[in-house]
């Protein structure tokens, strides 16, 4: 079956630190792309990154970045330097298939950046 | 710059009664969706579409009807809302297989 896992329902990090945020998937398909959105206490989903299954390299966007390990199907979500605008909720997301723009989201995991 | 706007933001209904939200998107997407999200859960997908004339059920379709007679507009409506579809409502869209979805601010929708 396809679903994403996040078994972290509450994180909490101190400013300036780095914290790993974990997502694991499963799907039968070869072809698939992995997202990671934010969502604030204001309610939008802001869209952080994107991995798809053939890229090589981890995806980086900025103090985000993806750490991709194909076999083990994880694609944890790393920020660095977390800042307090960080706190909010995290959700892993997939796209099952590159033929279709369905995602399969997670619980997401509630994230707390302390001074 | 408008993206995607979802009207209205927040609705309260009674048992029974009907509405739509609206969706409406402005960067010539094939695709969009309609997700809700519930506490403790992800979003899950109600019903998407794929192009004008096109549509299909997501994964918790009950109770939601959807049509698209244009590009741009994916109204979701409620024929007859339960208190079991209090939810927050997203709308997304995308180019079909882009590396991102847009989502429209949500819809917060109680049905007493």
Known sequence: AQKITQT?????????????????????????GLFWYKQPSSGEMIF?????????QNATEGRYSLNFQKARKSANLVISASQLGDSAMYFCAMRPSY?????????????QVFP | NAGVTQTPKFQVLKTGQSMTLQCAQDMNHEYMSWYRQ??????????YSVGAGITDQGEVPNGY???????????LRLLSA???QTSVYFCASSSTGSEELFFGEGSRLTVL
Request: a negative charge; hydrophobic letters at 25%; proline letters at 6%.
């Open chain 2, 38 to 47: 519930d506490p403790g859960m992800g979003l899950r997908l109600i019903h």
């Open chain 1, 48 to 56: 952080l990154i994107y991995q798809g299954s053939y890229d090589e």
């Open chain 2, 82 to 84: 339960a208190p079991s």
């Open chain 1, 99 to 111: 033929n279709t723009d369905k995602l399969i989201f997670g619980t997401g995991t509630r994230l």
């Open chain 1, 8 to 32: 972290q329902p509450g994180m909490f990090v101190q400013e300036k630190e780095a914290v790993t945020l974990d997502c694991t998937y499963d799907t039968s398909d070869q072809s698939y």
């Open chain 2, 65 to 75: 009807n959807v049509s698209r007679s244009t590009t741009e507009d994916f109204p």
